[in-house]
């Protein structure tokens, strides 16, 4: 099965609220990053968190391990599934990471290589290559990985094994879902849901990625 996760980048509590219920249905988590928590406050989670879908802090921390722990605390505090993190930090920072998300029975994601153009003025040249082979070793749950260069998918793939890949970038940044087919283990779509005038009918489309 590939997962559905909707990035619930929108600004505003009654706006989050409409879209995360006409969506909860058809799809499988709720990727939540600053737009929406710096508009609502990080106890927002605990709203959300009533539709009964897994919640994944998309806050991409990078930072000194201490400050890390600091920040994964509070989101597992707030009733978070998921967190993820870069990796180009350095071991010591994802293991920081990973360890409160393990010991808070949750998850810990890290960056492989982002989904936007400029992204491969940085995590080309064995960068990506390197975090994923670190994230694996530090025993993370799994990477996010590109939807918009399948290629770099099955590269990254290799490197990781089973762990699982969430793929950003399906839909406006022009990612396509088939092309993932069998290479991930969640899709994440943003603004091609939550920017459409009926979001569930958005969602429902990816139903045949969901099997």
């Known amino acids: 099965m590939t997962a559905l996760i909707l990035a619930l980048d929108v600004e505003g509590r009654e706006e989050a609220l ?6 909860a249905p058809h799809i499988d988590a709720i990727k939540v990053g600053y737009p929406l928590v710096l508009s609502t406050g990080l106890p927002f ?10 919640l994944i802090a998309d ?15 509070q989101v597992f505090d707030h009733g978070f599934s998921a967190i993820i993190c870069h990796g180009f930090c350095g071991s ?19 960056v492989a290589e982002m989904s936007h153009p400029g992204a491969e003025e940085f995590f080309h040249g064995g960068t990506a290559e390197r ?20 290629d770099r998918v099955v590269v ?17 940044q022009g990612g396509n879902a088939e092309s993932l087919a069998g290479l ?13 005038p009926d979001p569930a009918a958005a969602a429902m489309q990816f139903a045949p990625f969901r099997r």
């Open 18 to 23: 409409r879209v995360a219920g006409l969506c």
């Open 131 to 150: 975090i994923a082979a670190l994230a694996a070793w530090i025993g993370a749950d799994g990477i996010i990985a590109p939807a918009t260069r399948p």
């Open 45 to 54: 989670a605990r709203e959300l968190a009533d539709f009964g879908l897994p």
């Open 184 to 196: 991930v283990d969640g899709i994440i779509v943003g603004r091609q849901i939550y920017g459409a």
């Open 92 to 110: 010591d920072s994802v293991r920081a990471c990973t360890g409160v998300a393990h010991d808070a029975g949750g998850e810990c994601y890290v």
């Open 59 to 73: 806050f991409k921390v990078a930072d000194i391990p201490n400050t890390n722990i600091l920040i994964a605390r």
């Open 156 to 172: 990254l793939r290799q490197i990781i094994g089973e762990k699982k890949i969430y793929s950003p970038g399906v839909g406006a």
